[in-house]
């Protein structure tokens, strides 16, 4: 009898783990907490590296698909001074598809595909070790038994603790979003100013990093070190309390490169947590994690490719045929050190994009970038 596999969580991770193991016949059920896909915004748009979210899509036969819909001239990276002076301005080449962006709604879409992903379905708790297999425990009271349930549901993973008792904890640095719709026409100005990419100002303590997606759809980050607590005396959906809020903490930079702020049409609050950067657990039979639930890091471009490129082997291997547990073993062991090498360097990358000195973050730049 073929095993009965659960993936908890619809983003990335878990729909490529379930799109590879469909591409070689294996049933697999989805469950996802939100009632529908479009039941929230999916985020900003998302770089995929050849050697790894690339890999993971070419492992689900979903690679030339990907090419169409994605946007190498969004690989594009302009920085700025406070003062709006141009101090970088990178642009790839029109060959360049190391790391395309493609916008979260349409990877979303992509990896769906045909699979029968149950929305609506929140886990509340998973239970591995007894008679029957791993049981999941659902919000609607019913519950199901599998012989694995990975854990995709992200950094308040539901299946975590299950295996471990780390918890994220916070970094210091919050991020507050903002969109502008339209842009070009609009603010073709700032649209201009953005470019076909990305946009980063680096002041102290604080940036703001503008992101291109499709459709003239445009990301907005102001990042900076605060207590978590910052806003306690501001309503966060006040729209208006906010914007003066985040031009009075970016006060005296450039009027142009304010206009990222006073454009944006709402905020949402981000501070970022992150889970222990070797964050590894005894190994239990029937469950696993993979993506943030098991290596939360700063969002700085590694998140859902390791993610995507993880549940792709997993599924790989589970299909071979071998041994489940031995495959979930060997897996955990492979992922603990790439995930503990990923978050090390996004670690410190936080560390200098957000930093006393801006210089730190132009210099991270100059390391990453072709010259």
């Not at 609506?120 to 049981?135: C, K, L, W």
């Not at 657990?281 to 859902?304: E, I, K, S």
């Amino acid at each position: 009898m073929r095993q009965r596999i659960a993936v908890v969580g619809g983003g990335p991770g878990g729909l490529a783990f379930a799109r590879v193991l469909h591409r070689h016949g294996h049933p697999v059920a989805v469950f996802e907490r939100d009632p529908a896909p479009d039941a929230r915004p999916p985020g900003g748009t998302l770089d995929l590296h050849e050697g790894l979210g690339q890999l993971a899509l070419d492992k689900a036969g979903l690679l030339s698909e990907f090419r169409a819909l994605s946007r190498p001239e969004g690989q594009a990276m302009r920085i700025l001074d406070t003062d709006g002076t141009v101090l970088r301005d990178w642009r790839p080449r029109p060959d360049d598809r190391a790391n395309p962006e493609i916008d979260r709604r349409q990877l979303r879409d992509l990896l769906l595909g045909p699979l029968d992903v149950q929305w609506g379905r929140a886990v509340t708790q998973v239970v591995p070790g007894t008679r029957d297999g791993v049981v999941v425990h659902f919000a609607d009271g019913r519950q199901e038994t599998f012989d694995l349930v990975v854990g995709a549901d992200g950094a308040w993973s539901r299946v975590r603790p299950a295996v471990s008792s780390a918890t994220p904890h916070y970094t210091g640095v919050t991020v507050v979003e903002t969109s502008l719709d339209d842009v070009d026409t609009r603010a073709p100005a700032l649209a201009r100013l953005i470019g076909d990419g990305s946009l980063g100002v680096y002041g102290v303590n604080r940036a703001l990093v503008a992101q291109r997606n499709s459709g003239g759809h445009v990301k907005v980050y102001a990042q900076f070190r605060a207590p978590l607590d910052w806003h306690t005396h501001l309503d966060l959906v006040d729209v208006e309390a906010v914007r003066a809020s985040l031009l009075a903490l970016f006060d005296g930079w450039a009027a142009r490169v304010l206009d990222l702020l006073r454009h944006g049409t709402a905020f949402v609050h981000r501070p970022l947590y992150v889970l222990p950067v070797s964050h590894t657990w005894t190994h239990a039979p029937g469950v696993t994690l993979l993506g943030d639930a098991a290596h939360l890091m700063p969002p700085l471009g590694a998140g859902a490719n390791l993610a995507m490129l993880e549940g792709a082997e997993l599924a790989e291997s589970i299909a071979a045929g071998e041994d489940l547990d031995e495959v979930v073993r060997a897996f955990e062991e492979r992922m603990w050190v790439r995930a503990g090498r990923w978050a090390t360097i996004t670690a410190a990358g936080l560390e200098r994009l957000v930093s006393p000195n801006p210089a730190a973050a132009l210099a991270l730049f100059d390391e990453v970038q072709p010259s």
